[in-house]
């Protein structure tokens, strides 16, 4: 379990009274209050210094040179004596005078017994994890790491100090990406990768971990296109080529990680079942939406929207259509809303900040973010004028690709973001000629989203194409199962009978039942095994359906329903069909009534709920 410092500031040494945020932002929090607010500037750096020397003596000339250094020896002392007041004034009370910060004839010093720090945090975190190999620690070092160390401070002292972070930061990285990547867990190997140059985009190392991750899992082109971001990188801040190591990287030989596979297993299937499937997939199965989707890209629709259940296989085609569009010369940009940190997605204006770093990068037009963006304006105002002035630049038409856009729903941004989406719609209308026309925007998403934005006229969700994904027709289960060697109708039946053309689960079973070793069991026998197994907890279902009683049990009232339906009662809660039906538990029956999308889900959660 990640620690997440502002919830379990009391489980920390000294039961910790303030915590000091430093990674990505500066903020002093105590429990659930307002950030303190210091009287000066320098109050607020002195005391970021001393927490960066959290429970260690400084020496008063130290800071005084530090922080004074055009003044002489007695303002020097003034200024330090009257800095440190102004701290006491908001850190301590009546009571406490000289408990958080401590002073003596020659030293100060920020108390341990009374200040948290995150970037404290980070430093155990990081010798612990990269001396160990412990990939939890590196978990969590990556996790507190949301950005640069006092990112809105930029006092000369700091530098040094945030390029050590920086330093410990990628290491953390490339060595979980190591450890992930040798485990067969290449796909977290990439999520963690793409997530980590966000906050730190400009490391060669960061770059250069995310090249083995997609090369880890046979994306050879992706792991093209980050060297070419590399070299680009490299180039605008350094004015260099990459080096040796990252060219080794990309050339070099390179194990394909895969999942375990028991020496029972004979599958053809050298895929782990689930996510996002590689572009060379022979797995995958094109849908009529695929098609709609390149028909799109081609007239260079404002709005298309990906609409599904989860695990129908959006994400897939997604990557298919930004594939599409990159073939047919259109300039793409990704955002995986999953690969953003909640600390970013929770905060609009760090959010929007690095949509705009991330389509600059990946559209290769060059942006100084810092001039960009002006804090007089809100955040959306600053995206739209930043995007605008991005797609003037850029060289033909856009394709932004949003994966797992209802990430966002729910929040307090979800109006403003998907209403700025939709006026970047209604511009190229008002607008042929401007920059906007070039800008297509291909969202997937599953959750319903008229349940989220309290006006539709407002968003994108009413305005684009939609493409929704089905469950497999039995034609189509029918040609993935003969990709696995499979042609018995029997087989194929039975398959159908108990996934119910849930593409995931389709290939699940089907793998289920390639893997028999030859001459062990008939196909009457591996169809009559996966009957008996597929709704069990350690079944070939297994995982998913532990999905399932998560997606159905973090509600009241949509637990209420569930237990409704499974004893034949009628559902009582007005929205509770529709977020079902999007979390794709929930199928409508031929007489239109609510039913389990899947067969196997009612007896595992009959037996699951009790």
């Not at 906050?199 to 190392?205: G, L, M, V």
């Not at 159908?496 to 849930?502: D, Q, R, T, V, Y």
Request: charged share 25%.
């Amino acid at each position: 379990m990640l620690m997440q410092l502002d919830s379990r500031v009391g489980e920390w040494p000294g039961q910790a009274k303030w915590v000091v945020r430093s990674l990505g932002r500066f903020d002093v929090v105590m429990g659930a209050d307002a950030p303190a607010k210091f009287r000066s500037r320098t109050a607020a750096s002195l005391l970021a210094y001393l927490v960066l020397n959290l429970g260690r003596e400084v020496s008063r000339f130290v800071l005084e040179e530090t922080f004074w250094p055009d003044s002489d020896g007695d303002r020097q002392s003034q200024n330090l004596r009257r800095a440190i007041s102004d701290l006491r004034d908001v850190l301590e009370d009546e009571n406490q005078h000289g408990t958080v910060i401590e002073t003596k004839r020659d030293v100060v010093a920020a108390s341990a017994r009374f200040l948290a720090s995150d970037a404290s945090r980070f430093l155990e975190c990081t010798d612990h994890g990269l001396h160990e190999s412990d990939e939890e620690s590196l978990y969590e070092a990556i996790t507190l790491y949301s950005g640069p160390l006092l990112a809105h401070l930029h006092d000369d002292w700091i530098y040094s100090y945030r390029l050590e972070y920086e330093e410990r930061y990628a290491q953390a990285v490339a060595e979980l990406c190591r450890l992930r990547i040798k485990a067969g867990a290449g796909k977290e190997a990439v999520r963690i990768g793409r997530t980590a140059l966000l906050a730190a985009p400009t490391r060669e190392d960061v770059h250069l971990a995310l090249i083995h991750a997609y090369r880890s899992v046979g994306l050879e082109a992706e792991a093209l296109r980050q060297f070419e971001d590399l070299e680009r990188v490299m180039d605008e801040n350094w004015g260099e080529p990459p080096s040796m190591q990252a060219r080794e990287a990309l050339e070099g030989d390179m194990p394909k990680a895969v999942a375990p596979i028991s020496p029972s297993q004979t599958a053809p299937d050298s895929e782990p079942v689930g996510g996002a499937m590689a572009l060379t997939s022979r797995f995958y199965v094109r849908r009529a939406a695929d098609a709609e989707a390149e028909a799109c890209i081609v007239r260079g629709e404002s709005v298309i929207l990906v609409q599904g259940p989860r695990q129908v296989g959006k994400s897939s085609l997604l990557a298919r259509i930004m594939a599409f569009a990159r073939e047919n010369e259109r300039r793409t940009v990704m955002t995986d809303f999953q690969t953003i940190g909640e600390s970013q997605l929770a905060d609009e204006e760090r959010l929007y900040r690095a949509l705009a770093h991330s389509f600059a990068s990946q559209i290769k037009v060059a942006i100084d973010l810092m001039s960009a963006w002006n804090d007089w304006l809100g955040p959306n105002m600053n995206l739209d004028t930043i995007i605008g002035g991005l797609l003037e630049q850029a060289e033909g038409p856009v394709v932004w690709g949003f994966d797992e856009a209802d990430s966002l729903f729910g929040r307090a941004l979800t109006n403003d973001f998907f209403g700025l989406l939709r006026s970047w719609h209604n511009r190229r209308a008002l607008d042929p000629g401007g920059p906007w026309s070039k800008l297509s925007l291909v969202i997937s998403y599953a959750t319903e989203a008229h349940l989220f934005i309290s006006d539709l006229n407002q968003s994108p969700f009413n305005v684009g194409v939609r493409l929704p994904l089905r469950d497999f027709s039995r034609d189509e289960v029918t040609e993935l199962a003969s990709r696995y060697g499979i042609s018995k109708s029997e087989e194929i039946n039975t398959t159908i009978e108990l996934a119910n053309g849930h593409p995931f689960l389709t290939r699940r079973a089907l793998a289920f039942l390639s893997q028999s070793e030859p001459g062990k069991a008939t196909a009457n026998q591996r169809c009559n095994e996966l009957r008996a197994t597929c709704s069990l907890e350690d079944g070939p279902f297994a995982d998913h359906l532990h999905r399932i009683f998560t997606a159905v049990s973090f509600d009241k009232e949509v637990l209420e329903d569930v237990r409704n339906l499974i004893v034949g009662k009628p559902m009582v809660h007005l929205t509770t069909r529709h977020r079902l039906m999007a979390a794709g538990v929930l199928a409508m029956s031929p007489d239109a009534k609510p039913k389990f999308r899947v067969p196997a889900y009612e007896p595992y959660l009959r037996g699951a709920l009790g």
